[in-house]
């Protein structure tokens, strides 16, 4: 049984951890190890047992002409060279296996067994895997794409085969790229950028990109978020036409409010004026006369005010927002009003350093800001108040990307009803006022973008507030 064999490879034969057998020419098993009885489940003496035994029933006729053949022209064959085999246990449970031939010198030989169960369920596993790995990039609408360091694309799901064509892979992922202008150092999966579709159409695409390996590949992904760019484009008109209808409203009501009260220091100066040549024509009291022509002075002066404000309002510049330098607008404002007498007024000025830069129209900015400021002067001058102060302060705003401007003074505040109708065309406290003062104040800041209240919960004194869009 063991003739043909050396007594050391007996023993590398019985040591072996993998299950080996020797069969003569005529199929009959001679010998096996250990480790082969332990693989089929064989008891210690396999006499009488031939090779076909470890086959399954319905393959042996197959394997019976496969050994015929090798018998035939006999030579080593290694492990794996006819592909996986089907092997039976001796309980009759089955198994995948690789066998490797090795012809021994007295026609007998040498056959190796291994199990390959594990890997093969690896395999299937892998190969489940990798279905339904595919079927997930399938059914994901974003495209996913691997690019490699030189920018060409590899393989891509459904996604990104209908947008970049079938024949996606080795194209140059620039040669799609729609840039508005051209950048050469614009990475094209980086952020979002204009792809130009197979079909000819733009499509703006947000990528997002992991690395791969060293030598630069990334596996991408990216949504076409074209309908959502366009719906903020279509939001955007429609907010500037709104406030655009908004500011014509406006300035249609204040045309048609202006205009009737206009009349009134018309009709005084017609009155006036009738006086004034009556007393002339009668020769009259020269003191009186005097007096008539500057009651005509007096609301020709009044007149000229309204139709001063008329057209600050409608000179609004129409133009898009640009930084303003907040600090500076406010302090050249605060000289302006000194300049103009307000010097027992004490002004605070505090603009927080890490302040957000303001976006909008800097001499619309410093118009409110005179208007509110002359306001509260005045209100403070007739307060009687000993030390009348107004603190001016800007910070970011912590809602959403704006700066907050809030101006307050010492003074007692607005009432109730004041504060009600603090903001409505014409309404004044004043004795010679327009009233429009804080109506255009807060259409200005509305056309851009802002906000303008009073904060009544601010005691004490009079606190207002607005907002400026900035960029954080």
């Known amino acids: 049984m063991t003739r043909g064999l050396s007594d050391d490879l007996l023993q590398v034969f019985e040591a072996s951890v993998d299950a080996m057998l020797i069969a003569d020419a005529q199929g009959r098993i001679r010998r096996i190890n250990p480790a082969l009885r332990h693989l089929f489940g064989l008891p210690p003496e396999a006499a009488g047992l031939e090779v076909n035994d470890l086959v399954p029933e319905s393959l042996r006729a197959a394997h019976a002409r496969q050994m015929s053949a090798y018998r035939q022209a006999p030579k080593s064959r290694p492990m794996g060279a006819c592909g996986p085999l089907r092997a039976r246990r001796a309980d009759g449970s089955e198994f995948p296996a690789e066998v490797s031939l090795s012809p021994l010198p007295d026609g007998r030989v040498l056959a190796t067994v291994h199990d390959i169960s594990a890997r093969v369920a690896a395999q299937a596993s892998a190969q489940q895997w990798s279905e339904r790995y595919a079927c997930l990039l399938g059914a994901i609408p974003d495209l996913v794409v691997e690019v490699d360091g030189a920018g060409r694309l590899g393989w891509g799901n459904a996604a990104a085969q209908r947008f970049f064509g079938d024949d996606l892979a080795g194209q140059a992922l620039a040669g799609f790229h729609d840039a508005r202008p051209p950048a050469a150092d614009v990475d094209p999966v980086d952020g979002e950028h204009w792809f130009r579709r197979t079909d000819g159409e733009l499509r703006l695409l947000s990528w997002h ?44 009501q204040t045309v048609r409010m202006i205009a009737h009260d206009l009349n009134q220091p018309l009709n005084a100066v017609s009155a006036y004026a009738t006086a004034a040549l009556r007393l002339i024509d009668e020769q009259g009291d020269p003191a009186r006369l005097r007096a008539a022509l500057h009651g005509c002075c007096d609301e020709v002066d009044r007149a000229g005010e309204v139709m001063a404000t008329l057209m600050n309002f409608l000179a609004r510049d129409a133009l898009q927002p640009e930084p303003i330098n907040l600090d500076r607008a406010v302090r050249n404002v605060v000289r302006l009003c000194e300049a103009d007498g307000d010097r027992n007024t004490r002004f605070e000025i505090d603009v927080a350093p890490d302040l957000w830069q303001a976006m909008g129209n800097q001499r619309q900015f410093e118009s409110v800001l005179h208007s509110l400021i002359t306001n509260s002067v005045e209100a403070l001058r007739h307060s009687g108040v000993s030390a009348p102060s107004i603190r001016i302060e800007a910070r970011n705003d912590p809602t959403h990307p704006a700066v907050q401007v809030t ?19 014409f309404f004044t406290t004043k004795l010679r006022a327009v009233g429009l003062g804080l109506t255009i104040s807060r259409a200005l800041i509305e056309a851009g973008g802002g906000e303008l209240w009073y904060d009544g919960d601010a005691a004490p004194g009079a606190t207002f507030r607005f907002t400026v869009p900035a960029r954080p």
């Open 407 to 425: 101006l307050s003074d010492n003074g007692p505040g607005l009432d109730e009803h004041t504060a009600t109708q603090a903001f409505a065309p």
């Open 209 to 252: 990109c992991s690395a791969l390996d060293d030598a630069g590949t990334r596996i991408c992904s990216a949504r076409d978020v074209t309908e959502r760019h366009r719906s903020v484009e279509i939001e955007r008109n429609l907010r500037a036409q709104m406030r655009q209808m908004h500011g014509l409203q406006v300035a249609g």
